[in-house]
RNA sequence: GCCGAUGUAGCUCAGUUGGCCAGAGCAGCUGAUUUGUAAUCUGCAGGUCGGGGGUUCGAAUCCCUUCAUCGGCUCCA
């Protein structure tokens, strides 16, 4: 007998050999086919691999992201079980779960290619063979067997990856016809995979190396019920329609242009208001917590990035320089403000009392970003980051860190981010020439970085190799309209430049010493964040950063006049506002300002007339009573008010 | 940059296997209506069918090329 212990505490004894979904069954035979996936002393497991000593047990049901995973990963076997059977000799390279579903990078081999058109063909396979509730049944090989088996199927991606396994430690998964190297852990059968959608192929280059063959990405996504996919496509469908560059264009917000190029955004009258409401309430701010605003110009001699290091690093992939045509001077177009920021450091002489120096530009910035990788507001080629340099002494370093941490967090807060994640930034141990700078000031710069966020009780991931090139660094990312990540904020110590830049101050014993410099950004990019808003509310955009803040309708013609002498009452007192004159019926003014996401609508008729009020109805809330004018001035300020004061 | 897909009016989309002057809804402009909390009615206008080249008696439709966009990959100071 084996002793195993729930994670609640409980203990029972089962017999020795008794396999997790056994155990489930006994429990409760609902239990048994909501469960997909088990942990066996933290260990990831088959339902269906027996337990042979005591152990702690916890059965995933769908919630648990295991049992998804397993679910997921049990799917893509049961697509590459159906290419297989389509495409006979179809090879493949790695297919697993992922956030939402799985892929699987497959070789259909020369000649051959699949397109969307042919994924309902694959899906109708996969459920034909999901019906057959085949089993996954594990094997543990040796290197040799499983070299032999893919090396005679001619799978040249199968036997790569196993020429770099151990041996010992592979195993096979078997389903119907389909055999695949596999470490698990999957479903007991495919019987719960019941909804199945292929969502798209895509190419990917075999193990994300740009000069291996590239391979055909096919996704998909499985659940248990017809209900889940329905309600996940739903849900995609929604996001959609939250996504920025559609509403950017629905509100008039931004544009592009072929004419004046790709990635090179245009902001329109209503957007540029909104990213001007965010450099005000940012620079009110900056001001406040002892920042200078300074402005650089947006090229620089090639020598500066020659000596930043930036030109050797992505010199060769920027936007090449131009040259002045007399003397033939080089010049660039700015991708950092850092260089420049350096040399107003420089500009005068700094002593050890003035530090730390905060120094702050909302500066435009060029980089060559790759045709492909162009993106909305999202990535662009031309951006203005809220750029910011610290340059302080080693001793207040860690102090100077923690107050970014503060402010990025405060304006988050402000602003409903919620749902974002912190990650430290390292560099990549087995790449070090990738980076400027010594060891000691690269371990230095990332001791810094995670005792600063430590301090703050920052829940951070920690990701090797994503480290700028001349410093490690605490990035703030958050999701967009269809999950995917983008940084923000970001907060980089840096010990390189001021070498580089030879910057100095003079300390109390009047020698001269280094300080370091802390780059740092809140919002990233005024084009980013400015993205990520629209698709975090749905373009319902805050009162206060709302380019418009409300529109009179008036219930007739008759009432124009009085409807003019608000607006000018309105526009007098800062308050943005719009009037619909047209000769249409209230509720068609109603319908039309509401999907402009106006914030307030004022609808104003002979009882308003006569008393001097507004009836003021709140998008997406209606009817809120009505108001004196005097009073609605006032309303609309204390609510702003409140909104961005914490 | 790479793989795949898409490109028809300001927006959302129709346009069968190539065949009469390329259609609809919304938006716009007319005119009527004067309206009380999410769509009043009438009429009009609007398109070199992304650009260029080709095949054909004939191309939105087929081929080539180019530009742009979308989904990924790679990249992201």
Known sequence: MIKITFPDGTKKEYKKGISSLEIAEEISPKLAKEVYAASVNGEIRDLSRPIDTDANLKLHKWDDEEARHAFWHSSAHLMAEALEAIYPGIKFGIGPAIENGFYYDVDPGDG?????????AIENKMKEFAAQNQSFIRKDVSKKEAMDLFTSKGDEYKTELISELEDGTISLYTSGNFVDLCRGPHLPSTEPIKAIKLTSVAGA????????????????????KQKMLDEYLVFLEEAKRRDHRRIGKELELFTFSPKVGMGLPLWLPKGSDVRQHLIDFLTKILKKRGYKIVTTPHIGNVNLYKVSGHFEKYGASSFQPMSTPQEGEQFMLKPMNCPHHCEIYNATPHSYKELPLRMAEFGTVYRYEQSGELHGLTRVRSFTQDDAHHFCRPDQLREE?????????????????????????LRDPDNKEKYIGTDENWERA???????????????????????????????????????KWQLGTIQVDYNLPE????????????????????????????????VLIENTAGKLPLWLAPEKAVILPISDKFNDYALKILEILNNSDICT???????????????????RIPYLLIVGEKEAENGSVSVRKQGEGDKGSMKIEEFVNFINSEIKKEIEI
């Open 401 to 425: 860190f923690k107050s970014i941490i503060d402010l990025i967090l405060y304006i988050f807060k402000i602003l409903n981010f919620n749902d974002f994640t912190a990650q430290i930034s």
């Open 500 to 531: 580089r830049f030879d910057l100095t101050y003079n300390g109390s014993d009047n020698q001269k010493h280094r300080p370091v410099m802390i780059h740092r950004t809140v919002f990233g990019s005024m084009e980013r964040f400015v993205a």
């Open 205 to 224: 280059y075999w193990r994300g190396d740009e000069k291996r063959r590239m391979l055909t990405r096919i996704y998909g996504i499985t659940y248990p």
């Open 112 to 120: 051959r290619a699949i397109t969307e058109a042919d994924l309902p």
């Open 578 to 596: 719009l009037i619909d004159d047209r000769s249409e019926k209230i509720g068609k003014k109603i319908r039309d300002n509401e999907l402009k």
């Open 446 to 484: 990332e001791q810094d970085i995670i005792s600063a966020a430590g301090d703050k009780n920052l829940k951070t991931t920690v990701v090797p190799g994503e480290a700028a090139f001349y410093g490690p660094k605490l990035d703030f990312m958050v999701r967009d309209a269809i999950g995917r």
